[in-house]
């Protein structure tokens, strides 16, 4: 669903550039996979990014771009002022999760570029709403570096949140230019591969790339801009919210604790054959399962390779250890329906897949859940000798 | 503009990436070349033809007719060399694999290179057209794919979905599976499929993609199948003998996509000529040397 006509109103016109004065000054820098194109490729990629997104001085906002960033572009350059005020040293200029302290740190700040944001309330493989990442920068991400602002006005965050979709959709686009390209054999190394080991001639591939990058390249990025746009869309459409079909379930009426019953249904399910969520989250929930000690395929790799290190990658490709249930630490919130959300959708760009509509019922979701929150507060966990015998000794608190 | 602007510029300034990032573009500008007009490209043959003219020997099936006025193209992909010997990803019996009540029921074949004895044919190699035909717009079949897993292995291996087709992702295992891709124009997918899935979980590719799309079980890291999306009919995976036949094609000139799953496109474009009425058919050989590792 394409929504330019209504939106291209709302866009300013190519915001002007701010004053610059001293140098060294803030660029946006190529992705890796951009770097590797064969000159003409990346040229054409450098040419689309600078025409629809500008210089970090020079936002050109959606009116060659397809979707709405909120209100005017005055919100869009507020957002980057604070963006680059509280952010940048970690999530970089480009929002390529490498501001000048992300080195230091572990987990890496998100790279928005790939269009992902693990901690969402949307369905399976959608985006974040624009209240998702209003909430993450507001409440921060608990374990890792990723601080609170929450003090900031609502009025503020709310910019810095339009300048987070805009950097994440320049990146995205940035990619799909690139993904269209290699498709077309623009790397490098795959030209290099083509002349030396099957004697293809040099020229005939630049001519032949050329003539795509002249006549089809300007086509597949409207196609890979609308794609971006359409996404980002449809997170905010409500019906892809996640709303749980019924309340919370195995609660108490007197208490309003969860039950034994919904425990022992929580633990069943954890180490059952249809959840397996043991497999990852291991029998005891300390982030142990046997998939932590497996070798994994970097996707998207043709011939398959596979990563230097054992153990599951988010789509980053860095190890991703499932989380440590007994600590009673979660990124994306800890409201119930916080982690409802979390087992419906999955943890977007990274391997734990979504069970809501499909493996698990949003009953079971919630016994689930009761059994996840009570985790922390089992003093021992006899179930982490004997998955196979699921027993609930106490009942948390 | 906005009143922020100048307490707060000064500060982001110095933290930034040199100006050296803008040169490159400047530079690189200059050499996107300024439209090389409709200059016909020939790309180089990375396959050795064998026959390039029309035979139908090869098919051992007889090829069907094409509908009046349109042209088939017909064709077997071989190994030019010694097949592979490789071996099963799972024994069947192998206690130590992940859930061997299910997944070592039987052997998990490898499947990313799959020959067959007599003809040599490979199977599951993509044969597809980048794009409909100009001009040209399709019906979505109405019938939804079926996308099966059994003994821990996606069936079918390779399978081709038209856009808005649903797929249905079904299960006869008795453990949980999940299903998940990383397209590159479509939503990805990564749902969990519970044990004996009858029913089958609607996957939805909306828009088509150019290369066929990988598909993995994280449960099992050894599953993998491939999906490709399409907006026209004309594309085909090779049977068991390394034989494919698309139908019913327009009249004209066309370039094909030949892809497989191991070394990728085998061709990026494979010139093909279709005449009315008629049965175009290729023999397409793959040097072993490709599949070197």
């Given at each position: 669903m394409r929504i330019r006509p209504a939106?291209?109103?709302?866009?300013?016109?190519?915001?002007?550039?701010?004053?610059?004065?001293?140098?060294?000054e803030a660029a946006f820098v190529l992705h890796?996979?951009?770097?590797?194109?064969?000159?003409?490729?990346?040229?054409?990629?450098e040419k689309e990014l600078l025409n629809k997104f500008g210089t970090p001085h020079q936002l050109v906002a959606w009116q060659k771009f397809p979707f709405d960033y909120g209100a005017s572009g005055e919100n869009l350059v507020t957002g980057r002022n604070l963006y680059m005020r509280h952010c940048l040293h970690c999530h970089g200029v480009s929002g390529d999760g490498n501001g000048p302290t992300a080195r230091f740190l572990n987990p890496q700040p998100r790279d928005y570029r790939l269009g992902k944001f693990k901690f969402t309330s949307t369905k399976s493989g959608l985006k974040p709403r624009r209240d998702d990442l209003r909430e993450i920068v507001k409440q921060g991400i608990p374990g890792t570096t990723m601080p609170s602002f929450v003090l900031l006005p609502e009025s503020e965050l709310?910019?810095?949140?339009?300048?987070?979709?805009w950097l994440s959709a320049r990146g995205e686009y940035e990619q799909k230019l690139v993904a269209t390209l290699v498709g077309e054999g623009g790397g490098e190394k795959d030209i290099s591969r083509r002349v030396n080991k099957d004697g293809e001639s040099r020229e005939a591939i630049l001519k032949g790339l050329a003539d795509f990058i002249a006549k089809d390249f300007v086509e597949e990025a409207a196609i890979a801009a609308g794609d971006v746009a359409d996404s980002?869309?449809?997170?905010?459409?409500?019906?892809?919210?996640?709303?749980?079909?019924?309340?919370?379930?195995?609660?108490?009426?007197?208490?309003?604790?969860?039950?034994d019953e919904s425990l022992h249904k929580g633990r069943e399910l954890y180490v059952s054959k249809k959840a397996k969520c043991m497999d990852c989250h291991g029998p005891g929930g300390l982030g142990d399962g046997v998939l932590t000690e497996q070798f994994w395929k970097i996707p998207g790799t043709t011939p398959e390779q596979e990563y230097a290190e054992p153990g599951l990658h988010d789509d980053w490709g860095n190890v991703q250890k499932p989380r440590n249930l007994t600590k009673g630490q979660y990124r994306g919130g800890r409201r119930p329906v916080d982690l409802f959300r979390r087992v419906y959708a999955g943890i977007k760009g990274t391997q734990m897949p979504a069970f809501g509509g499909t493996a698990l019922t949003d009953e079971e979701i919630w016994h689930l859940v009761n059994y996840v929150l009570m985790l922390p507060h089992q003093k021992t966990s006899p179930a982490a000798k004997h998955p196979e015998k699921p027993s609930v000794a106490s009942t948390g608190g | 503009m906005n009143t922020n602007e100048s307490n707060e510029s000064s500060g982001w300034l110095l933290t930034a990436v040199s100006c050296g990032g803008l040169l490159v573009i400047g530079a690189a500008w200059l050499v996107t070349p300024a439209g090389a007009n409709g200059a016909a490209v020939t790309s180089a043959r990375q396959v050795t033809i064998l026959a390039d003219q029309v035979t139908s020997a090869v098919v051992s099936t007889e090829p069907s007719k094409p509908a009046k006025g349109t042209g088939n193209f017909t064709g077997i992909v071989t190994l030019g060399g010694a097949?592979?010997?490789?071996?099963p990803k799972v024994k069947k019996g192998d206690l130590t694999a992940k859930d061997a009540a299910v997944c070592a029921m039987d052997d998990v074949p490898d499947e990313s290179l799959v020959v067959d004895k007599s003809t040599k044919g490979i199977a599951n190699v993509f044969v597809y057209l980048d794009k409909a035909p100009a001009g040209k717009k399709y019906d979505t079949p109405k019938e939804p794919a079926v996308f099966d897993q059994k003994g821990c292995r996606f069936l079918p291996h390779g399978l081709i979905a038209r856009v808005n087709q649903p797929v249905l992702v079904k299960s006869q295992d008795n453990i949980a599976h999940n299903t998940h891709t990383n397209p590159i124009r479509n939503t990805g997918f990564n749902q969990a499929i519970k044990p004996v899935e009858s029913i089958g979980i609607k996957l939805l590719y909306d828009k088509p993609e150019r290369l066929p799309v990988k598909v993995v079980c994280d449960l099992h890291t050894w599953m993998t199948a491939y999906h490709l999306v399409l907006d026209h009919p004309f594309g085909a995976m090779t049977n068991a003998k390394g034989e494919f036949e698309i139908k019913d094609l327009p009249p004209g000139k066309y370039e094909?996509?030949?892809?497989?799953?191991?070394?990728?496109?085998?061709?990026?474009?494979?010139?093909?000529?279709?005449?009315?009425?008629?049965?175009t058919d290729k023999?397409?050989?793959?040097p072993a040397a490709k599949f070197a590792k």
């Open positions: 939106l291209v109103t709302l866009a300013a016109v190519v915001l002007t550039a701010v004053g610059c004065g001293q140098a060294p890796q996979k951009t770097s590797e194109l064969s000159d003409a490729s990346r040229g054409a990629v709310n910019a810095i949140v339009e300048y987070v979709r980002w869309v449809a997170a905010d459409a409500d019906e892809n919210l996640i709303l749980p079909s019924i309340a919370r379930a195995g609660l108490d009426a007197k208490t309003g604790l969860p039950t | 097949a592979l010997d490789l071996k094909f996509i030949i892809w497989q799953e191991s070394i990728g496109y085998v061709d990026r474009k494979f010139a093909v000529e279709i005449t009315a009425d008629k049965v023999k397409i050989a793959v």
